[in-house]
């Protein structure tokens, strides 16, 4: 494995080569022009992104840019496939330190040490020694280029007049600015077909080659082919070749395709046109650049002018936008740095980011859980006069509660670099003193021995039944690698819960997705319980894969990855909707769009919602828990009897149980008086939830003659014990019933015979309630 340096030396080397400009040209438009109908087919695997790309240009600038015509197109096809091949080597080459060190891990296993998943092992492995590069470099992007536009005002309202008087920047027209060249660009892209050769030249070429075999040896089958993988490269440019009968020769023709190809990326202030022309100067001299700079960049947590400066001015008039993402991404970036080198305003800036990043936050969430239920900088004391922290924004739900803490602090480039030292700093600012305020504030809450005031002064009294408080840290920014980190570098005792940590951007996703409250809160929770059993790269996937599978443990596995394709639903549901094109892409192409729902199963969770009882979230979780499969069973079941009672006039009733945790009964009256119900629900419950050792049990009832599936619940959530007279009290009482009898959900969540009881009693299941 070579190391890193020997491999950008040699890309340097390639990135200098006579007509390189063209073969990254062709990399730039195949790797970021997609198919939007398909962007959740691509295999981003085989593809550059933004980051690896940004890392080319920055060394290609470094140089004046050699614009000399190519020896051959054969040569712009091989350095483009050279670019690839060397890509794949330097990621490679970023883990060879952990590589080292599972290799001797291996060694020592063989002789009779043992490792354990501690967080100091973690942070040997995964962090020290430079481990976080390649996470921080190869990760997602984390936020969508039309993201950076809708946040840019919010952002930075509150330092408009700085920004205007010091830089002509206008966050209220810029905009206008970045719309316009993306325009620009996808106009002259539609002169390309869409044709992803990379993926489907493979299966192409295993056809013709059967056919070719029979005639050329295999030598001469495999040149035959790569003439055609060139040809067909260069066959998707077609349109930016002269016209057949323009009388061009073959040179000819292959200057003015180079010469088109470049214009493809080519944009100028003359495109503008319409636009206040003094925000677009301005958009120029902030945003562009002259080549033969950027000497201080060396790789992966270096400054890189290309993103500050995404604009490469390659003449009067010309310039050259090669990634059209870095555009609006150094518009949203870029002020703050400004703003940071004036010493004078630094304490006005900081203040200013806090407390946008509580607007955001208190904005998507009080959407969510309703602004009657959304509180925003609470003061918790619990000595009177005595400050012990603030929750930035608090959301309740029933007996729930979610605490979040807003922090906006950057990732520094040193961090980026792999720095140890500095990687610790920057998350112990922007993860580690968020949980830690979390931790005290939860305690707050459940401990009720607490006082909560809003800014006002005014006293903020909280449901006494609140019994669970999640912990959720937020990021105005782009945190790199943000749930990895996490997951290998928080401190936190054994007996604490587990933090959620997103950015705005991510929250912005969840927001919209998980617009109701209790899907909300569930998928934190189902989260948090799960950090230990399932990994990502970003939450993006995390997301995908709840709306397409739901997050729960798998039957059968311990835990495992999901794969980055979850993530690349969302993209191709989201992306097309923010952007107005939904309406011209196929909806059969959208498996978001296309996901299983039952229609039923919601409208069940409505009228328990309209129930109003104090452990509705607890109800609507043990629900949500149960596999698809079971929740539209037992619905099905509770309409069908319903349907019983109505015609033959008796009472029906059904019982089902996941024991140790959670059972339910339906009781249909034939007899409308909400007495009989009552009674006839309470006492079923106790039952069932004796007879099947469960601690939670909700009881439903309905009158056969009423529209409604529910017209009375109770729920019982007290741990089951051993009660002899109850027992043979409810036996008897059993033989005289004639009801559906309890039967186990497929997929739900079992406990293990050895495992803690879950009436706490310290015993082993077997040993005690499961006896």
């Not at 968020?434 to 459940?446: H, P, T």
């Not at 309890?742 to 050895?754: D, E, P």
């Amino acid at each position: 494995m070579r190391n890193t340096q020997e491999i950008i030396l040699d890309l340097k080397n390639l990135i200098y080569t006579k007509g390189y400009i063209y073969s990254l040209c062709l990399i730039l438009f195949d790797d970021f022009h997609l198919d939007l109908n398909k962007i959740h087919e691509v295999d981003y695997r085989s593809k550059l992104s933004v980051k690896e790309c940004s890392l080319i240009i920055g060394f290609l600038v470094q140089k004046k840019i050699d614009f000399s015509i190519p020896t051959s197109p054969e040569e712009v096809f091989l350095l483009k496939e050279k670019t690839y091949e060397l890509m794949r080597e330097l990621q490679i080459s970023f883990t060879a330190p952990q590589f080292a060190k599972f290799q001797e891990m291996m060694e020592r296993q063989k002789n009779g040490e043992k490792f354990e998943d501690t967080r100091e092992n973690r942070m040997d492995f995964f962090v020290k020694d430079k481990g976080m590069m390649e996470p921080m470099f190869y990760g997602g992007d984390g936020v969508y280029d039309f993201q950076y536009l809708e946040y840019l005002e919010l952002k930075y309202k509150n330092d408009s007049e700085w920004l205007i008087k010091n830089r002509g920047f206008n966050i209220y027209k810029i905009g206008e600015v970045v719309n316009k060249i993306k325009q620009t660009l996808r106009a002259k892209a539609q002169k390309v077909m869409q044709i992803n050769i990379r993926e489907k030249f493979p299966e192409i070429a295993n056809k013709m080659r059967k056919g070719l075999k029979k005639q050329f040896s295999n030598e001469k089958t495999e040149e035959l082919l790569r003439q055609q993988l060139i040809a067909t490269t260069f066959y998707q440019y077609n349109q930016l070749f002269p016209h057949p009968n323009s009388g061009s020769d073959n040179s000819e023709s292959w200057n003015k395709f180079y010469e088109n190809l470049l214009d493809l990326f080519i944009v100028s202030p003359t495109d503008l046109k319409g636009t206040d022309q003094t925000v677009v100067e301005s958009f120029f001299e902030n945003f562009s650049f002259v080549p033969e700079c950027n000497s201080s960049y060396e790789g992966p947590g270096h400054f890189n002018i290309i993103n500050s400066r995404p604009l490469i001015k390659l003449g009067h008039d010309r310039y050259f936008v090669g990634i059209g993402y870095l555009v609006p991404e150094a518009v949203y970036e870029s002020p703050f740095y400004w703003m940071w080198e004036d010493n004078k305003y630094r304490d006005t800036l900081a203040k200013h980011r806090g407390d946008v990043g509580e607007e955001i936050a208190y904005n998507f969430l009080s959407k969510v859980f309703g602004k009657s239920n959304t509180y925003r900088s609470i003061i918790i004391e619990t000595k009177k006069g005595q400050r012990d922290t603030d929750i930035d924004v608090l959301c309740l739900l029933g007996n729930r509660a979610l605490c979040v803490q807003v922090k906006s602090k950057k990732l520094t480039l040193t961090a980026k670099r792999g720095d140890f030292d500095q990687l610790s700093k920057d998350f112990n600012g922007a993860v580690q003193d968020a949980y830690n305020q979390g931790l005290i504030s939860r305690k707050a809450i459940l401990n009720k021995t607490a006082r909560f005031f809003n800014t006002n002064g005014d006293e903020v009294f909280l449901p006494n039944e609140i019994d669970e408080a999640y912990i959720m840290g937020l990021t105005t920014e782009n945190y790199p690698a943000l749930v990895h980190q996490v997951h290998m570098m928080l401190t936190k005792e054994s007996a604490d819960p587990y933090p959620l940590f997103l950015s705005v951007f991510d929250l912005e996703l969840l927001s919209h997705y998980l617009n109701d409250p209790y899907d909300f809160l569930y998928y934190v929770r189902q989260r948090i319980e799960l950090v230990e059993y399932f990994n990502a790269d970003e939450e993006l996937v995390y997301l995908g894969y709840h709306l397409d599978q739901k997050l729960c443990r798998v039957e059968g596995y311990d835990g495992g990855s999901i794969d980055n394709q979850f993530g690349a639903i969302v993209d191709r549901n989201y992306y097309p909707y923010k952007t107005g094109v939904a309406h011209l892409l196929s909806e059969a192409d959208d498996p978001i769009l296309n996901r299983w729902k039952d229609p039923k199963f919601d409208s069940l969770v409505r009228e328990i919602k309209s129930a109003g009882h104090p452990k509705t979230t607890d109800i609507i979780f043990h629900l949500l828990d149960w596999s698809g499969d079971s929740r539209k069973n037992i619905v099905e079941q509770m309409i069908n009897i319903k349907s019983l009672s109505q015609n033959e006039g008796l009472t029906k009733s059904l019982a089902t149980a996941t024991p140790p945790y959670f059972g339910l009964n339906y009781v249909v009256s034939n007899v409308a008086n909400p007495k009989t119900l009552e009674h006839s629900v309470v006492t079923y419950a106790k039952l069932r939830k004796y007879l099947s050792k469960s601690n939670t049990w909700l009881g439903m009832g309905s009158f056969s003659s009423s529209p409604n599936l529910i017209n009375f619940l109770v729920y019982d959530d007290k741990s089951w014990h051993i009660d002899m007279e109850l027992e043979h009290e409810y036996k008897e009482t059993l033989s005289k019933m004639k009801e559906t009898p309890i039967t186990r959900l497929k997929g739900a969540k079992k406990i293990g015979r050895n495992d803690p009881c879950t009436c706490k009693s310290g015993k082993k299941y077997k040993k005690c309630c499961g006896r």
